[in-house]
């Protein structure tokens, strides 16, 4: 009797052991899985990280682009003419575009309506400061003037 008791005991214990190995092993896959999701949100907040620094600059040197195309529209300068090309090229390298805005119907996904205007309705007819996107988000919308329906006739 004591040794169909002691097998029962060494059934059980071994049932439990199994159990236990089987706990374990799924706890151990859920901490590798969490891991890995963890590994993926950090990933995913460093690039968003990057992106903002990368916009905050961008912003900073847009201003500066600004500054140097309206300077070139008063100066006729070849030297700051090729300086404002070299600047585009780089922007243009790293993925900028600049929002096409004149002669186009408005929209305001892209675009900030400063002044409404005589002129065809909804269309734009003036940039009053050039739109960016970067990887299809827009960093900064065009500002224009838009059209309200009437003209002027003369």
């Not at 460093?46 to 300077?71: G, P």
């Not at 600049?98 to 309506?113: A, Q, R």
Request: proline residues 2%; neutral net charge; charged residues 30%.
């Amino acid at each position: 009797m004591a040794i169909k008791n002691r097998k029962k005991q060494e059934k059980s214990s071994a049932a439990d052991a199994d159990q236990k190995v089987r706990e374990l092993e799924e706890n151990w896959k859920r901490a590798l899985a969490d891991y890995r999701n963890l590994e993926k949100r950090i990933q995913i907040q460093q690039q968003a990280f990057v992106r903002l620094a990368n916009a905050a600059l961008i912003h900073k040197i847009l201003s500066v682009l600004d500054d140097l195309e309206r300077a070139a529209t008063h100066l006729k300068d070849d030297g700051l003419n090729l300086v404002i090309g070299k600047l585009s090229g780089v922007l243009d390298s790293e993925g900028i575009k600049t929002i096409k805005s004149e002669g186009e119907e408005f929209n305001p996904e892209t675009m900030e309506c400063t002044e409404m205007v005589n002129g065809p309705k909804n269309a734009v007819t003036e940039t009053v400061l050039k739109g960016y996107i970067l990887n299809d988000h827009v960093i900064r919308p065009a500002k224009v003037k838009v059209g309200d329906g009437h003209t002027i006739r003369t």
